[in-house]
């Protein structure tokens, strides 16, 4: 069964650091990418950052660029968001999201892979405040 | 970044209605545009992918439409457990981005 489990949120002081984690099972290590998706409860979806399961490739947004980094911890198929600098603005609950990448070639003569986020795991709960 | 916007943000319709909900992207995203829908107090759950392509298991009174900027996601019978709150995301680029949600309340 393909399943994403987060774990690490909690209180942070700002300035503060958090490292969140996502354990991966039941995934091929082909065509998938894990991204960090957060949510200010009753607000909307707001992607954070993404990396091929591989642990290669990592992408973030402009609002946590320079101060959040993603990585792979091989030996326990674990994916980690190092959360530096923490702001008020980054209270949010943080869900770890597989993206599936699936090949299509169309009747035009264009090739290339369509990208959809069908795995999430439950989310985790981060509050930075003093 | 390619702006979505998504519209109604909320409506009211009852069980059995057809309900339409529309997105427009600032850029056109050559259908990579997908579905989620999110119930409170748990994680979205993809519906539609690639524009018009149904999630396995999902029913299929749900359907996706559209191409360029402009895409639809249509609900032909609503059901009781269809009452949440909808989110449209593109996938042509990054950052990816995702409208700002609808909400479907029971009328």
């Known amino acids: 069964e393909v399943q994403l489990v987060e774990s690490g949120g909690g209180l942070v002081q700002p300035g503060g650091s958090l490292r969140l984690s996502c354990a991966v099972s039941g995934f091929s290590l082909n065509n998938y990418w894990i991204n960090w998706v957060r949510q200010v409860p009753g607000k909307g979806l707001v992607w954070v950052s993404r990396i091929k399961t591989d642990g290669s490739d990592p992408s973030y947004a402009d609002s946590v660029k320079g101060r959040f980094s993603v990585s792979r911890d091989n030996a326990e198929n674990t994916l980690h968001l190092q959360m530096n600098s923490l702001r008020a603005e980054d209270t949010a609950v943080y869900y770890c999201?597989?993206?599936?990448?699936?090949?299509?070639?169309?009747?035009?003569?264009?090739?290339?892979?369509?990208?959809?986020?069908?795995?999430w795991g439950k989310g985790t709960s981060v509050t930075v405040s003093s | 970044d390619v702006q979505m916007t998504q519209s109604p943000s909320s409506l009211s319709a009852s069980v059995g209605d057809r309900v339409t909900i529309t997105c427009r992207a600032s850029q056109s995203i050559s259908s990579h545009l997908n579905w989620y829908q999110q119930k409170p107090g748990t994680a979205p759950k993809l519906l539609i992918y690639?524009?018009?392509s149904l999630q396995s298991e999902v029913p299929s009174r749900f359907s996706g439409s559209g191409s360029g900027t402009d895409y639809t996601l249509t609900i032909s019978s609503l059901q009781p457990e269809d009452f949440a709150t909808y989110y449209c995301q593109q996938s042509y680029t990054l950052p990816r981005t995702f409208g700002q949600g609808t909400k479907v309340e029971i009328k």
């Open positions: 690639s524009a018009f």
């Open positions: 999201v597989g993206e599936e990448a699936r090949f299509y070639y169309d009747t035009s003569g264009f090739s290339g892979y369509y990208y959809y986020m069908d795995v």
